[in-house]
């Protein structure tokens, strides 16, 4: 089938132009759509604030960790490459857990391009991104959700893997979507990560 250049003056009138090389050795190529009525983006610059790119990681099955230092939550690392050291990296997700005892407060973190200042102040305490305390009635059926939002500028076009981390205090039992006890009404949740590239 031979190509054409259909022309649609608009209501009073319209135009059309294309622009020879600057030289020989300049060349452009202009990608046309496959598809009727198709649009021809007309920059590769997107607007700042644009979604650039989404990578995510959800985790499905259960486990435990027990430790009172802070511990990969595997299966939920993302890693991304942004294509612009100046663009900003959103980290979004929620994690499930369930524990024993209302006592025992969890922690959570990232490690991975900037996200050391996701952190409270230092003092004392600990330092991390988010916390949560099961305080109810009967702790070892219930689960908590845990929101993770941050807005990172890793200043780089290098991969970045961005690693949730895990603590209890006491080095207290904690379950990963699910609660402490299983039974027939326990809810078997999943937990995710994403990331997304923003244009600066």
Known sequence: ????????????GGSFSLQAPSSSSNTRVMTLPDTADGTIL???????????????????????VNSSSFTNL?????????????????LSGYIHVGINDARYQIFFRFT??????????????????AAIKLDTANNSYMQGNVPLLFLDSP????????????????????????????????G???????????AA
Not at 1 to 12: D, Q, R, V, Y
Not at 48 to 63: E, L
Not at 189 to 194: K, L, N, V
């Open 74 to 90: 595997s299966g939920l690392a993302v890693t991304i490459t942004p294509s612009s050291s100046s663009n900003k990296i959103l």
């Open 188 to 198: 078997l949740t999943a937990s995710t990560i994403t990331a997304m590239e923003v």
């Open 42 to 64: 007309t920059t590769t610059n997107p607007k700042a604030g644009n979604i650039i790119q989404v990578v995510s990681a959800t985790r499905t099955d259960t486990g435990s």
């Open 112 to 129: 991975g391009g900037n996200t050391a200042n996701y952190v409270g102040d230092s003092g004392t305490g600990i330092q991390c991104a």
């Open 155 to 186: 200043s780089t076009t290098s991969a970045i893997t961005y690693q949730p981390q895990i603590a209890v205090s006491q080095s207290q039992t904690v379950y990963i979507n699910r609660p402490y006890t299983s039974h027939s009404d326990a």
């Open 1 to 12: 089938m031979t190509a054409k250049i259909k022309l649609n003056a608009a209501s009073g």
